[in-house]
C-alpha cells in the first residue's frame, strides 16, 4: 500500500506543479517527497534480494576498530568496505547503514533531478516507477559508483579530465563496474548521426564476441563474479536479441530523431552521451550482465531525457493530432513492460510467487516481530535463497 501511495502522491505533484504550473509550496513538496523516499528505502526489513546478501554480509564485515580483518577485506571495492565499516563502528546495525545509504542515494538523486529539469516531479515519478526498487535495495554498491559519475557530469561536460578521472577512481572503488566511465571521454567529440550509430553497433557486437572472454576480469569482487556467472543464464536466444534491438536500439533512435529533428529540441547535455548509450547495448547484446550494470551510469540521465522527451511531444504542434497514440507508446507501454516485469511468475521458485515478492508486501523494521510480518520475511528469505539457487542450478545444465 505503501508504495501505491507514494506514485499517487508524486502523480498529484506531477499534476499541480510539472503540468499546471504551480510554484506555490513546489520545494516543500519536493522536499516531502525526497523524504517518503528515503523513509521507505531506510526502514525496509528483508526488502531486496541483494539487500538480504548485504545484511549477511554486514554482519561479517570487520568494524574500524578489527584493523587486521579489515585489511584483509579492502582489496575488493575499498570504499564501499570503509563505508561499511565506518558506519558499522558507529552502530553495529544495518538498519542504521541501509538508512544512511537511502539518504546518500535519494538526496544526491532528487538534486540532480532538479537540476537537470524543470518538470523535476515527473522525473521523480519515472525514477520511482522504473528505478527506485532497484536503486535503493539491489545494487547498493554500485549505485555509489553511479553517484560519484553524477557528480562529475559537470566536469565531463567542461572537459576538465583530471578532475574527472579523479572522481572515476573513486567511483572504481566502490565498485568495479566504473570502469565503463573511465572510456565515456573517447566519445566526447564524435558526432552523433543514425547511420554512425548503427555501425557502432555492429563493429561493438563484433568486437566483444571476441572480447568475451576476457570481459570478466572486469569482475574483481568476487561477490560481483558470482553475480555474474548467474546473470550469465540471463543470456538472450536470436527472437531475444531481435526483440532487444528493438526496443534499446531501434525505438531510441527514433526518439532521438523525432526529439532532435522534428520537434527541433536538441539539448547538448544528452547528446553527449547518445553514442555511449549505443556502445553500451552493444555490449548488451554478447554480456548481458555487464551491459546492464554499465547501463546504470546512464540511467539517471534517460530518465531525464524520458521526462523531456514526454513534454516536448505533447506540447508540439507535430503531434497534436497523435497524441493519444504517443501517451500509448511513450508512456502506457513501458509502463507496461516494467511492471510485466514485477508481475512474472515464479513458481518454479517458490510456490505461488511472483517477482515482485522481493518488494511486496513492504516489511519494516518497526513490525519485524510481529507474527505476520516474521512469516513474511522467512518466506522471502528462503525465497532469495531459492531465486540464487535455481539460477545457479540452470548454470549446471548447461
Excluded at 40 to 69: H, K
Excluded at 213 to 241: C, D, Q, T
Excluded at 251 to 267: E, G, H, T
Aim: proline share 3%; with cysteine; hydrophobic share 50%.
Amino acid at each position: 500500500m505503501i508504495y501505491i501511495f507514494t506514485l499517487l502522491l508524486t502523480l498529484l505533484f506531477v499534476y499541480m506543479y510539472d503540468i499546471k504550473g504551480r510554484v506555490k509550496d513546489s520545494n516543500l513538496s519536493y522536499c516531502f517527497l525526497l523524504a517518503v523516499a528515503i523513509i521507505i528505502a531506510g526502514c525496509r526489513y528483508v526488502i531486496g534480494g541483494d539487500t538480504v546478501r548485504y545484511m549477511r554480509f554486514f554482519e561479517i564485515y570487520p568494524t574500524l576498530r578489527e584493523s587486521s580483518d579489515f585489511f584483509s577485506y579492502l582489496l575488493y571495492d575499498p570504499l564501499w568496505m570503509i563505508l561499511n565499516s565506518s558506519i558499522k563502528t558507529v552502530c553495529n546495525d544495518f538498519t542504521f547503514f541501509q538508512f544512511i545509504h537511502a539518504i546518500i542515494v535519494n538526496v544526491i538523486l532528487f538534486l540532480f533531478f532538479q537540476k537537470q529539469t524543470k518538470y523535476k516531479f515527473t522525473a521523480v515519478f519515472s525514477y520511482f516507477v522504473f528505478s527506485y526498487l532497484y536503486f535503493n535495495m539491489e545494487i547498493l554498491r554500485e549505485i555509489l559508483a553511479v553517484l560519484c559519475f553524477l557528480y562529475c557530469l559537470s566536469f565531463y561536460e567542461k572537459k576538465k579530465w583530471s578532475v574527472y578521472y579523479l572522481i572515476a577512481v573513486l567511483a572504481f572503488f566502490f565498485h568495479s563496474s566504473a570502469i565503463v566511465i573511465f572510456f565515456f571521454p573517447f566519445f566526447r567529440n564524435i558526432k552523433f548521426t543514425i547511420l554512425r550509430t548503427l555501425s557502432l553497433v555492429t563493429f561493438g557486437v563484433i568486437v566483444f564476441l571476441f572480447l568475451s572472454p576476457f570481459l570478466e576480469i572486469l569482475a574483481l569482487n568476487p561477490i560481483m563474479r558470482s553475480k555474474l556467472e548467474i546473470y550469465e543464464g540471463m543470456e538472450l536466444n536470436i527472437v531475444g536479441k531481435i526483440a532487444y534491438f528493438i526496443q534499446y536500439v531501434i525505438i531510441p533512435l527514433l526518439m532521438i530523431y523525432i526529439n532532435d529533428n522534428r520537434m527541433k529540441k536538441r539539448n547538448p547535455k544528452f547528446e553527449m552521451f547518445y553514442l555511449i548509450y549505443f556502445f553500451i547495448t552493444s555490449i548488451t547484446f554478447v554480456n548481458m550482465a555487464l551491459g546492464i550494470r554499465f547501463m546504470n551510469y546512464l540511467t539517471p540521465l534517460l530518465l531525464v531525457f524520458y521526462t523531456e522527451f514526454i513534454y516536448n511531444v505533447f506540447s508540439s504542434p507535430f503531434f497534436k493530432k497523435l497524441r493519444g497514440w504517443a501517451f500509448v507508446f511513450i508512456v502506457f507501454i513501458p509502463l507496461f513492460f516494467t511492471f510485466g516485469q514485477y508481475f512474472k511468475d515464479t513458481s518454479e521458485v517458490m510456490k505461488d510467487t511472483r517477482y515482485y515478492f522481493l518488494w511486496y508486501p513492504y516489511t519494516n523494521v518497526f513490525e519485524k516481530e510481529e507474527t505476520e510480518q516474521k512469516i513474511i520475511i522467512n518466506k522471502r528469505e528462503r525465497y532469495v535463497d531459492d531465486l540464487m539457487d535455481a539460477s545457479v542450478s540452470s548454470l549446471d545444465k548447461k
